[in-house]
């Protein structure tokens, strides 16, 4: 495979599930980001992580608990949802992230459609 | 905090007539500026990069023009096609992305 792939594509959960999602780079990066789309709204940076580390957290839920166990792989880890955290959710990653922050492209993952019921 | 304008918010045009997008955003300073597609649901796919330090780029039937001063951009879609219907986004890279609404697109066959 290449590329940014993400699974699952699509999730329900009840309020009261724990899941996780899964994001893998095949492109050797050093940065990998999470990003939120709601219906009609503008993408929204949640994490980032550079060289495994967390370089930035966008005043995030704590129902929210990303993982980077290396550079090539990235988790979501979602427990206690509300039906309002339904949403797309993109993960994406750059050569690297200089501090959370980066002038390189970033390439996009195919999300994953996140249903809380 | 960077803002970005798409306009139109949406556009509907017959098959073979060419596009222009509009982008605008605030802060000047940046590195560069990228323009998204994506398709309802599904993530997004670079269509073109254009560098600080350059006025425009091209790829096929797209091509995207950057005014870094007055902060702008615009992008051109030449004899547009039903494939063409999609979100498009225009993405400023202070060292940070920032997304606007984006503008739709619907190619009628």
């Known amino acids: 495979e290449t590329g940014v792939t993400q699974t699952p594509r699509h999730l329900v959960m009840g309020m009261t599930n724990k899941k996780s999602l899964k994001c893998e780079q095949h492109l050797g990066h050093n940065a990998m980001y999470w990003y939120k789309q709601s219906a009609k709204k503008p993408l929204e940076l949640m994490f980032v992580?550079?060289?495994?580390?967390?370089?930035e957290n966008n005043s995030v839920p704590s129902r929210f608990s990303p993982e980077c166990p290396n550079s090539s792989h990235l988790f979501l880890h979602l427990h206690t949802l509300q039906p309002e955290d339904s949403a797309l959710y993109l993960c994406?990653?750059?050569?690297?992230?200089?501090?959370?922050?980066?002038?390189?492209?970033?390439?996009f993952g195919p999300g994953t459609r996140l249903t809380v019921l | 905090k960077q803002e970005v304008t798409q306009i139109p918010a949406a556009l509907s045009v017959p098959e073979g007539e060419n596009l222009v997008l509009n982008c605008s955003f605030t802060?000047?300073?940046?590195?560069?500026l990228q323009w998204f597609r994506q398709d309802p649901g599904k993530g997004l796919t670079s269509l073109l990069l254009?560098?600080?330090?350059?006025r425009e780029q091209t790829s096929g039937r797209l091509n995207a023009s950057l005014d870094k001063s007055s902060g702008r951009s615009t992008l051109y879609i030449a004899a547009s096609q039903p494939g063409d219907s999609a979100t498009y986004l225009c993405?400023?890279?202070?060292?940070?992305?920032?997304f606007g609404a984006g503008t739709t697109v619907t190619v009628r066959a």
């Open positions: 254009i560098q600080s330090s350059q």
């Open positions: 993405v400023p890279n202070d060292y940070k992305l920032s």
């Open positions: 802060d000047s300073a940046i590195y560069n």
């Open positions: 992580y550079n060289f495994k580390e967390q370089t």
């Open positions: 994406a990653s750059s050569q690297e992230g200089g501090g959370g922050r980066s002038s390189d492209t970033q390439y």
